[in-house]
C-alpha cells in the first residue's frame, strides 16, 4: 500500500521515501534522523517529536522549498540509506538460529506503548510490550504484534487549581497516527469479523511498522457496526465488564483472524496477559479445520504452542466474567464451532476445587491452552506458584508449572544524549544489536571523570524540561506572569535529584516520603546538600484512593520553602518517563512487596547512569546487592500493615539521609563523588546487561519460542497423529487414574544406601503412561527437591497388573524423608501442566 495515498498532500518526487521513514517507528529509538526533521518543521517538532503529524500537517509551500534544498535532500537520502542498512543487516537470529526453527511469533497483547505518537498504552504492561517488538526489531526475531486501535486510549491527565486529578480523553485521529491502514487482495480496506449476540462485529485492519516488526491493530469505529459496537475499541480499559470482554473477544479471536487474512501462519502465539487468552480457542478452532480432529484434540495439539505470560501479582487482578454474560456470548461459538457445550468451555475457566464456579477466569484459560507460563521476575514466579496453587492443590509448590523470564527495557529508547555518546565511545554502535557479553568489563575501564561528566550533562536538559513543563502546566491554571517566571527558576542543575514517577495506587505507596512532611522539608532545603524531587504519576479515574494521593503531594508542594527543590509534573506519559529517566540521579520505587510483579522503570535509569533506592520487590529483589544501589525492607511480606509502613517511612529517611546524601556530596579533590561513582559504575556494569530487553528476548527466543514451535510441529505432523495419541493418553488416565493404589512401601538401609521398594497397582493403566518416583523436600531454600524415578520390576504374584517398583539412594539423607508417589508420564506431555494427576503414598 502506498503511504503517501493517506497524506493530505502529495510529496514532491525528489523527496520519495520520506513517508517510510515518518511511519517507521524507529525513529523512536534510532535518532539519528531527529536533525532532519527538525529542519522540515522545528517547532512543530519541538512541540510533538512526531514525524508523522509534521508530514500530515506541513504546508505545501515548505514541501517545495525543501525540495529544492540541496542540504535537506542530501541528508534524507542519507538517512533512506541508513534505515536500508538497518534492515538487510545480519542481526543476532539469524546469525545464531536457523528460520526454519520458529517460522512467526504472534505477540498478542491489549496495549503497546511505543511512542506518545500512538498512544495506544496505560504503562509498563504496554511499554513492556512496545519494548519487545524494538528489541525483537534489533535482534532480528521473526515476530509479529496484534493489538487493537483505540479511539481514545488511555487518559490524560491535569491537575486543577486545588491539585487535583482531571481525566481527559483527547480523540485518536488514526489519519494522524503513524499507522496505514491493511489492504486486502482485492485492493479494499482489509476487515475480519467477529460474532457477537445477534450481529456481526466488523473491524478494521491497520499496521505500524517498527524496524524489522510488523504490529497489527484492530478496531471497530467501522460504519459497518452498530454506534454501540463502534466504541468497543474506544478506550483503554474503559466501560463495564462487557465491554472488556468484548474488547478481549476481539484481541483474541480476532487477532487471529486478521493473522490468517494476512495469511501468517504463526508457530507461536505469546499471549503478554490474560487478555488475549481467546486466541487460544480460535487457534484451536481453526485446527479442528485444517485436521478434522475435534475440539479436545486440537486444543492439544496448539497448546504446544503457546505461551502465556503473566504481569499480575495477586489473583485478583486476573479479569472475570460471570458465567451468565459468557453463556451470552459464546454459547453459539462453543455449539456451532468448536462442537463442545458450553459446560465444557467453561470449565476451562474454572477452579474446580473452590466455589467460584460463577466466574469465568481468563488467566485459567491462558494457563489450560499454553504448554508454557511464567511470571516476569524470579520473586513474581514464586508469587505466581502460590496464586495458581489451587489447581495444582496435590503438587509440592516447587513443580507448580510457572517459571519465570525477568523483564527487561529497551535501553536505547531510555538513553540520554550523554550517555548514548558513552556507550558508542566505549561499547560501539551496535552494542545492544549482539549478545552484550562484553559490557560488564568495558564499563570497569571508563574513568571516574567520564562518568561523571555524563551524569551531569544529563541533569541539565532534565532540569530546562521540567521548568518547561512547569510552566506550561501552571499557565493552564490561570498563574500570572510573575508565577510563570517562578516556574523558571525551580530546581538546579548541580543538586541530587531524585525520581519518582508510578501509577497512583495503594499498593505502590506513592506517598511514603510523606510520612514525615517537616523531615522531608529539612532533606530538600538543607544549605549544604539540598535535594530536589520530581514526581510524576496518575490515578486510574476511578480509583479515589490514588486520586487522593495525587492531592497530598500538591498540597504539600504548595509548601513556599519547597518550591524550587520539589516538583510534581502533571499527565506522566513515555516522554515524560524518558526525561525523568535520563536525568535523575535516583529513582525512588515504594511498593509493598509482593504487589510489584517486576516493574521496568527503575530498569531504565540503568544506562543513564542512575541508581535504584527500592523496595525488595519485583526486579530488584534480584538485582539488588550494595555496590549497586540501595534496598528498602526486610525482604518478607508485610501485608496492609500500617505500623509497617511507618517503619519502611522510617528507614527511608535514614537512608537518604546517612547514606545517599552523603555518598552524592563526598567529594574527592577532583569535585567527583567516589563512593557514589562506585555504585555507578557497577550499576552500570552488572545490571545495564542483565535488566535489558535484550537479554529477554533473547531468553524467550531460545527457552521458549524455538521448543514451542518444535513441539507444535511434531503434535501438528501427520494430520496431528501424535496429538490424538496424547489424547487417547489423557483420557485414559481421566478414566482411571482414581483405580490406581499403593501397596506396601519399604526400605532396606546399609551403611552407604537405602534399597526402597513400592507395590503399586496400576488398575487399568498402561504401565508405560505413569511414573513412580521417590520424593524429598528441598532442605533449603536455595537447594531443590530430590526426584528419583523408580524401576519398574517382576509383576507382583496374583496381581492384576501390580508391580513392584525398587530405587537405590545414597546414604545422607534419613529414609524418612523420601516418599513414593506416581505421575503422570509421556515423553511429550509437560506435567502437571497438561496431565495434573498425582498419588502419593500414605
Keep these: 500500500m502506498n503511504p503517501e495515498r493517506y497524506l493530505p498532500r502529495s510529496l514532491p518526487p525528489a523527496m520519495k521515501g520520506l513517508t517510510d521513514l515518518a511511519l517507521d517507528l524507529r525513529w523512536n529509538w534510532n535518532h539519528c534522523a531527529d536533525a532532519l526533521w527538525k529542519s522540515v518543521d522545528p517547532e512543530r517538532w519541538e512541540a510533538t517529536e512526531d514525524p508523522w503529524l509534521i508530514l500530515e500537517s506541513i504546508s505545501r509551500k515548505r514541501l517545495e522549498a525543501l525540495a529544492a534544498d540541496s542540504t535537506f535532500l542530501n541528508e534524507l537520502h542519507r538517512q533512506l540509506a541508513n534505515r536500508q542498512a538497518y534492515l538487510r543487516q545480519s542481526s543476532w537470529f539469524y546469525k545464531s538460529h536457523d528460520e526454519a526453527e520458529l517460522g512467526t511469533v504472534a505477540y498478542f497483547s491489549m496495549e503497546f506503548g511505543l511512542s506518545d505518537a500512538l498512544p495506544i498504552y496505560s504503562g509498563g504492561l504496554g511499554v513492556l510490550a512496545g519494548d519487545f517488538l524494538k528489541t525483537a526489531s534489533d535482534l532480528g526475531i521473526p515476530l509479529v504484534g496484534i493489538g487493537l486501535l483505540y479511539q481514545q486510549g488511555y487518559f490524560h491527565q491535569a491537575l486543577d487549581t486545588n491539585g487535583d486529578q482531571l481525566a481527559f480523553f483527547p480523540y485518536n485521529n488514526p489519519t494522524m497516527l503513524p499507522v496505514l491502514p491493511l489492504q486486502g487482495s ?51 480499559y474503559g466501560g463495564g465488564i462487557e465491554m472488556r470482554l468484548q474488547q478481549e473477544i476481539v484481541l483474541g479471536i480476532g487477532g487471529w483472524r486478521l493473522l490468517e487474512a494476512l495469511n501468517i501462519s504463526p508457530l507461536v502465539c505469546h499471549l503478554n496477559e490474560g487478555h488475549a487468552a481467546f486466541v487460544i480457542l480460535e487457534r484451536a478452532r481453526r485446527f479442528m479445520e485444517q485436521t478434522d480432529r475435534t475440539f479436545s484434540i486440537s486444543l492439544l495439539g496448539t497448546r504446544a504452542g503457546n505461551i502465556f505470560t503473566t504481569h499480575t501479582p495477586v489473583a485478583a487482578g486476573f479479569d472475570r466474567f460471570p458465567r451468565k454474560i459468557m453463556t451470552q456470548y459464546f454459547s453459539d461459538y462453543a455449539h456451532h464451532h468448536l462442537g463442545i457445550s458450553m459446560d465444557e468451555l467453561l470449565s476451562l475457566g474454572h477452579d474446580h476445587g473452590s466455589d467460584d464456579s460463577n466466574f469465568f ?25 502460590r496464586i495458581f496453587l489451587p489447581l495444582f492443590s496435590r503438587w509440592p509448590k516447587h513443580e507448580i508449572p510457572i517459571s519465570h523470564i525477568t523483564n527487561g527495557v529497551h535501553m536505547p529508547s531510555w538513553d540520554s544524549a550523554a550517555a548514548d555518546a558513552l556507550w558508542t565511545e566505549h561499547c560501539g554502535k551496535g552494542s545492544w544489536l549482539s549478545t552484550l557479553e562484553t559490557i560488564e568489563q568495558v564499563w570497569r575501564r571508563v574513568d571516574d571523570d567520564k562518568l561523571w561528566s555524563m551524569r551531569n550533562q544529563a541533569r541539565q536538559p532534565l532540569v530546562k524540561a521540567v521548568r518547561r513543563r512547569l510552566v506550561r502546566q501552571h499557565a493552564a491554571c490561570g498563574v500570572t506572569k510573575e508565577g510563570l517566571m517562578q516556574c523558571l527558576q525551580v530546581l538546579d542543575p548541580n543538586v541530587l535529584t531524585i525520581g519518582f514517577a508510578r501509577r497512583f495506587a495503594g499498593y505502590k505507596r506513592p506517598t511514603l516520603l510523606l510520612a514525615d512532611p517537616d523531615r522531608l522539608t529539612r532533606l530538600l532545603i538543607d544549605a549544604q546538600r539540598p535535594v530536589q524531587l520530581i514526581i510524576a504519576g496518575k490515578a486510574h479515574p476511578q480509583d479515589e484512593e490514588g486520586k487522593r494521593m495525587v ?62 533506592l527500592s523496595e525488595l520487590d ?47 556530596y563526598t567529594r574527592d579533590e577532583k569535585g567527583i563523588p567516589t563512593a557514589w561513582m562506585a555504585r555507578m559504575r557497577q550499576s552500570l556494569a552488572r545490571l545495564t546487561p542483565m535488566f535489558s530487553c535484550n537479554r529477554m528476548a533473547r531468553e524467550y527466543t531460545e527457552d521458549y519460542y524455538i521448543p514451542a514451535a518444535a513441539a507444535y510441529q511434531r503434535r501438528e505432523a501427520g494430520n496431528a497423529s501424535l496429538s490424538a495419541t496424547m489424547k487417547q493418553w489423557e483420557v485414559s488416565l481421566a478414566n482411571h487414574w482414581h483405580k490406581i493404589r499403593f501397596g506396601q512401601f519399604s526400605v532396606q538401609e546399609s551403611l552407604v544406601r537405602n534399597l526402597f521398594q513400592a507395590e503399586v497397582h496400576l488398575g487399568k493403566l498402561e504401565p508405560a503412561a505413569v511414573q513412580v518416583e521417590l520424593y524429598a523436600e528441598a532442605l533449603s531454600h536455595n537447594s531443590n527437591p530430590v526426584r528419583v524415578t523408580m524401576d519398574r520390576g517382576e509383576m507382583l504374584a496374583g496381581s492384576d497388573n501390580g508391580y513392584l517398583y525398587h530405587a537405590t539412594v545414597p546414604k545422607g539423607r534419613p529414609s524418612r524423608d523420601y516418599t513414593p508417589r506416581v505421575i503422570p508420564y509421556h515423553l511429550e506431555a509437560s506435567v502437571p501442566l497438561e496431565a495434573n494427576f498425582i498419588l502419593w503414598w500414605e
Design 186 to 236: 482485492d485492493g479494499e480496506w482489509l476487515r475480519v469479523s467477529v460474532e457477537l449476540p445477534g450481529r456481526t462485529l466488523w473491524l478494521r485492519g491497520w499496521q505500524a511498522q517498527v524496524g524489522r516488526v510488523s504490529l497489527y491493530l484492530l478496531d471497530s469505529n467501522d460504519l459497518l457496526n452498530a454506534p454501540g459496537d463502534r466504541g468497543i475499541t474506544g478506550e483503554l
Design 551 to 612: 492531592r497530598e503531594w500538591n498540597d504539600y508542594l504548595r509548601r513556599p520553602e519547597v518550591r524550587e527543590r520539589a516538583v510534581f509534573l502533571e499527565d506522566y506519559d513515555m516522554g515524560l518517563a524518558a526525561e525523568l529517566v535520563q536525568g535523575v540521579d535516583l529513582w525512588l520505587n515504594t511498593p509493598r512487596r509482593p504487589w510489584e510483579a517486576s516493574g521496568t522503570s527503575g530498569m531504565k535509569v540503568l544506562v543513564n547512569g542512575g541508581l535504584n
Design 361 to 385: 477466569n481468563m488467566a485459567y484459560l491462558a494457563l489450560r491452552g499454553c504448554g508454557r507460563v511464567n511470571g516476569v521476575s524470579r520473586l513474581h514466579g514464586e508469587v505466581c506458584g
Design 618 to 664: 519485583g526486579w530488584w529483589a534480584e538485582a539488588y546487592d550494595p555496590e549497586v544501589g540501595w534496598s528498602l525492607g526486610d525482604g518478607q511480606e508485610h501485608d496492609h500493615d500500617a505500623a509497617w509502613d511507618a517503619v519502611e517511612a522510617e528507614e527511608l529517611y535514614m537512608l537518604l539521609e546517612e547514606e545517599v546524601v552523603p555518598a552524592f
